[in-house]
């Protein structure tokens, strides 16, 4: 069974010095880590955390995606997810892991006759005008991903991608060019989707965008792009049966929870991600969003201000050695850097035996990119360490659907756990409202007038604060 | 003239509140920017700071770049980039704002001729393979580009390349097929190019890899792709100009630096970009490198450790409004956060008039996604302001080589200037030293032998602190 690690050896005093932490730290929390265990068992049985039961139940949504995968991808050039946060990041972080970096740009048989992929997750103009130049719309296969049916950035690409249809095609066959994922009770898209007879699946209510990847909403793109969801789902039930374990040391997802919490306390409000393998890149997006928004909060569970959370960065390895590792070797104490490794890579490719006789050179003929990326990965771990800069490892045996439905759960249950240490609610978004009020009352919304008036009378901007 | 427009209302307390910079702080450092200003004009007239001058002297060297562009572009289907750093992060941040989007996927003759553009920068041996599997080797023109020659990275590259092209055609015809871009006299790189006879071009000596785009390190592949290299150049020339501005309220390079080194001595330690433009989305990968490289240092001048520097967060609107705003404005005061700004797209695109009757729809109908873009911006950098987080905001009126060359150079001279605010070395990188002795050690390079000696003694890791 592949199993993914953990080695947090780096984390601690024993081995990276005064900034890192100490058993006994981790001792002193022991009140507060059975509370949280606690909270977590609570929030499961009472259906606070839908989530979580994700990988058991549902067989017959997995029956019915392969199927509709199977009706349909003969008869289209690409699928195109229209959604945004986790509706745009988890498929592209499972796409990316597992197919071809180059997948688009294969052959339809060297793609294994699935469509390509594309993901408009942004409000730009020209990208989506670009995405036109480049695909046929006629087709395509277009998922409109929204719970509510309200979020603008989709539903405004939704809205226009779906008169373009229907000015190509006659109405009906229109309407079998968009797929809906949504709620399905509430809102608009359900509504409008039983109106026009697209074709739907839903996401259960009580799971938020972020923790969404293993509902429709990525298992639909993924098994699209011939990705296997089963294993995906299999690896994620797998790893729920580990962090069910209540040694912490012996659960990879509390003691990751448990030491952002204690480096958290000792000033440490960076988190980086950097995978040693470009499969894996863009995991460290959708950790971000995960991570950012569950504990970047404003309040704790008693009312109190606290404004805490820990800020995601995004890097790659062996890549950022060359760009973020001279700042994280000799800048401040204030990271955690999580690598991201790999034990066996898919392909292996070996330097050729030349210029033996140049000294910088010589030593990299016959060794393997697989052994030089491990060995840099090995090098900048220790090179943090000898700096005295906490960071752990997370190894993938290898990179496929059940390692990955493993990672991603456990990344999960972690941000559940550093929530409740943190005593904040890491399933809410309060924070978005302000900007999202602030959009509609521009646009002359009916409702937001209050805020219409708020937004007309703050202050006029200084010019002398403009270098213009 | 479009000029590039800096905007700081959001970080002043007369706007933001407490946790913002006043007036009266930055009258504070008068004597600190006094000599910074200085120590800018001296390096740049005693010849340590080169890059300033590439606006200025290469006319030449563009002239050789168009001439072989012209020669060599119709025989290859795509120009590969074999750097890492800033020989990656500049050519890949240049295209990305001028080009296409979906750049490779469109025919010869959407790309006006041109080449497809790959970017190879990590050594993931599954990269490198689906490379091959994508493009054809034989009608590839790969671009080597390292100053050294040694860097284990681009070179281990090159030698699998160079075996390839060989292997399939005749030493003469492979040569052809290699293009070099190293130091001028010194390095393993020219010795080679020489001796095989490859096409070359030179980055000046006094240039680092991080303020290298404006050399034929991002001068070639961007001419290659067909984008304007003089205007780019020119752009520089025009923010150099800017630049030498003494009043910084009319310095936009000054106040940013300035503003940003308050900031760190409040404690915000991260600097956030966050671009509302997808084609600006890789202009924070370039930046992210040549502010952390440049500013995260353990020694200041005087050889006292101080473990400075910022860490700088990739983000993009409005994408990331569904990621990271939540902790943006809700988590800590510990961010400055730099927002990249357009007036006007390449592209308009407008949301038909259709779902009028439902509210948190209705009000998107008639609007274009250029205005949906720009409101969102305007409610973001508000709902910042409002929760009292520090935020900048740079406008491009349009995105042109002519408004990146500026932008590019603004944060150049911006990351100089703050560099000489803290007092530190901004243009060396010894922190990424350890661990690349440290790979040499492990791979028995010769000379290394104390570094091996020091790895192999070092404690074993404790099998407690691995989760498997």
Known sequence: ????????????????????????????????????????????????????????NQDEVVE??????????????????????????????????????????????????????????????????????????????????????????????????????????????????????????????????KEEGYKTFYIPSGVGGRFSELTPVGLLPAAMCGIDIKELLKGAAYMDEICKEGDIYKNPAYMFAVLSYIGMGQGKNISVMMPYADSLKYISDWYAQLWAESLGKKYDNNGKEVYVGQTPVKALGVTDQHSQVQLYTEGPFDKIIVILGVDEFKETITIPKIYGDIPSLGFLGGVTQNQLIKTEQTATEYALLKSGKTNMTITLPKVNEFTIGQLLYMLEVATGFAGELMEINAFDQPGVEEGKNATYAMFGRPGYEEKKKELDERPAKKDKYIIR
Not at 1 to 8: G, H
Not at 13 to 32: N, S
Not at 83 to 111: F, M, T
Not at 161 to 186: F, G, W, Y
């Open 64 to 193: 019915e995606i392969l199927q509709y995968v199977n009706e349909v991808k003969d008869d289209i050039e690409a699928f195109v997810v229209l959604g945004i946060g986790g509706s745009a990041l988890g498929p592209i972080a499972v796409q990316q892991a597992i197919n071809h970096p180059y997948y688009n740009e294969l052959s339809r048989d060297k793609r294994k006759g699935f469509p390509k992929l594309y993901v408009a997750d942004n409000v730009d103009p020209e990208k989506l005008v670009y995405l036109f130049d480049t695909v046929d719309v006629t087709k395509c296969l277009f998922n409109c991903i929204s719970k509510s049916g309200s979020t603008s950035e989709t539903m405004s690409q939704f809205m226009i991608i779906k008169e373009m249809l229907e000015e190509r095609l006659p109405k009906e066959e229109a309407a079998k060019h968009i797929v809906c994922t949504t709620d399905k009770v509430n809102g608009n898209l359900i509504r409008m989707a």
């Open 1 to 56: 069974m592949d199993k993914i690690r953990l080695d947090f050896n780096n984390m601690m005093t024993d081995f990276v010095g005064e900034h890192g932490i100490c058993e006994g730290d981790i001792r002193k929390l022991e009140g507060k880590i059975d509370a949280a265990k606690k909270a977590m068992k609570d929030k499961r049985e009472t259906g606070k955390m839908d989530w979580r039961d994700l990988p058991y």
